[in-house]
């Protein structure tokens, strides 16, 4: 268990830790998810360590689930929207988290719509920097909240299959939970129209299917993402009508399997497009224990990362 400590300084990407990584995290989750759920829902863990939640980028379950477990850890925070500051006025994005480090921050969780911002940061920079997302690159708690979340619900995921389905080419979290379950041992595949889906994506070991029925006769977990209108700067599907009646998961489909099938899906969901509202709402549907796991997951990864900022101080 490398002695309770992580192999890195950073949070980048699921890319960058090891299977080991990520099993500690999980068993610090696990801790964290019981003291969640006390009356009294704080530890003084990371008293006296102040966190920069930096969002470049739109977010709703990410920076309430970071600024969430901070503040369960008794962190000071502080809370950075790019829409209301001066990078209005043009200032850079080292400028920036210069002129907040300057302010004796200690940790920095960013999202920011450039792929690499992170990777960027952590050369020019002493903080630890957490990815809350980086464009169409990585989501690397996403991807943890969501395997220890399938976990939860199917067990060990080794050999377990796993099909991620929908907008594959403008996902972080495609990427990201590619990384995280092929680490813990599970068959992943992805399925979506061609033109959604990364033309050299088998090159990562993942089956790829075009056929929605095939894909959820196949797997024990369909993690379902939304079409990501915002990233797509050309039509990549003629209508999400058309969208719907070929990929769209509902009722309908999963009454003609024969056998459980876990839903899970990582938000904003478009109900009526990529899911429908019965299947969303429905029994196999995980996706608000998806979101409760995403406080407990990021707790550990707060605690863990801090852990070696505490050895590098003393
Ligand atoms: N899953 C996810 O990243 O949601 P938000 O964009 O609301 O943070």
Redesign the pocket.
């Known amino acids: 268990m490398q002695d309770g400590r992580l192999s890195t300084r950073h949070l980048l990407g699921i890319k960058y830790i090891t299977t080991q990584d990520i099993e500690l995290i999980f068993s610090a989750a696990k801790q964290f998810k019981e003291v969640i759920n006390r009356p009294i829902k704080k530890v003084p863990s990371l008293r006296d360590v102040t966190i920069a939640n930096l969002f470049f ?9 970071f600024e969430l477990a901070e503040k369960r850890l008794s962190a000071d925070v502080v809370n950075f929207s790019s829409s209301s500051s001066s990078v209005k006025k043009g200032e850079t994005l080292l400028d920036t988290v210069n002129n907040i480090l300057s302010m004796k921050v200690d940790m920095i969780v960013m ?1 920011h719509p450039a792929p690499g911002a992170h990777y960027f940061l952590s050369q020019h920079i002493d903080a630890q920097i957490i990815n ?2 980086d464009g169409t690159h990585e ?1 690397p708690t ?1 991807a943890l909240l969501d395997a220890y979340s399938m976990q939860e619900k199917v067990g060990n995921l080794r050999g377990k299959k796993i099909c991620i389905f929908g907008d594959i080419l403008h996902s ?2 495609a990427l990201s939970n590619i990384f995280c379950l092929q680490k813990l041992g599970a068959k992943v595949r992805v399925c979506g129209p061609a033109t959604l889906i990364p033309k050299h994506i088998d090159k990562l070991g993942v089956e790829v299917s075009y056929n929605l029925e095939e894909s959820l006769r196949w797997c024990d977990v369909a993690n379902v993402l939304r079409i990501q209108l915002e990233r797509q700067d050309i039509k990549y599907i003629p209508s999400l009508r058309e969208y719907s009646m070929y990929y769209g998961i509902t009722k309908e489909r999963l009454d003609k399997l024969d056998k459980e099938i876990v839903i899970m899906h ?3 969901m478009n109900r009526g497009v990529e899911i429908s509202s019965d299947v969303a709402d429905s029994d196999h549907s995980i996706i608000l224990q ?2 409760e796991n ?1 406080v407990a997951i990021r707790m550990a990864v707060l605690f863990l990362l801090a852990k070696d900022r505490n050895d590098l101080a003393a």
């Open positions: 980028e739109n977010s709703t379950r990410t920076k309430l689930s999202r809350a997302g989501h996403q972080r979290v990582p938000g904003p998806q979101v995403g």
